[in-house]
């Protein structure tokens, strides 16, 4: 899915979340833990006010588990508590509800304490689009996901799921836009697969991955395609592009004459990366924002 967003799609969305606070007890904030910021939208505190939140760092299978701890530290000591679950195989996705839970005990005091039933909590997934929200709302619905769907005597608009007995999700999850001004940005979440490739060019989302890549991660790099000769100076186009004509000539990604083919080595290059093939890799810690 690749959404085109304009300021007039930017309002709604915000809209249309902010309508939905009214409904709900907590936000659950999808990020990917590979690119946490990069996958953060810009105005997101904005959006949301003092709304309860849950951070879940997503993809966490194929982010680096040291910089995803250091991640959630970082959300808890800016007020935000903080998981990391595997959507996909569903992997720590149990721990959710808990975590709401204990985020939300005043209030279910609060309750108690007025001699109400504390009832089942409500929650909002958001998050941009890839980031996995679809496929964290089936695997946290598990088989209660059919008894939701729209059938007739089911009142129609918003539709809530049931995790277990405790906690409710709107059906259809919060679609924000990523921070585009910052190049970067835009470059990581390519890198991960999140944006689709026909905005950017294959060649130069490799070029800055095989950059990120080299700087953090060269042993990854080393041990995947097998080349052994790091750049010296990573300001210097020429020997990034080196680094990848020496992954496409050990790939055979050779034209006639000899010379490498960098854009079907681009493609595996992300492909690979992508798919988790180079090792669980983050490209973004969190120093610069402490
Ligand atoms: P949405 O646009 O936010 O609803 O994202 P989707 O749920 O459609 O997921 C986008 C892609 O990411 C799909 O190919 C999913 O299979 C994949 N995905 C989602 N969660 C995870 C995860 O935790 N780990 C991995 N490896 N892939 C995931």
Redesign the pocket.
Known sequence: ?TIQWFPGHMTRARRQIQEKLKLIDIVIE?LDARVPMSSRNPMIDEILLDKPRLIIL?????ADPRATDRWISFFGGHGHPCIA?????GTRVDEIPGRVQEILKEKIDRMRSKGMNPRALRALIV????????????RLAGRNIAETGDRPGVTKGQQWIKVGKELELLDT?G?LWPKFEDELVGYRLAMT?AIREQILNIEDIAYFAVRELVERYWDALEERFGIDEPPADLENNQEIVRVMEDIGRKRGCLMSGGRVDLEKASGIILRELRA?KLGKITLEEPDPYA
């Open positions: 899915m999808l997503n993809k966490a299978d194929l679950v595997d959507s996909s195989t998050g941009i689009p890839n980031v996995g929200k679809s496929t964290l709302i089936n999850p679609i697969g988790g």
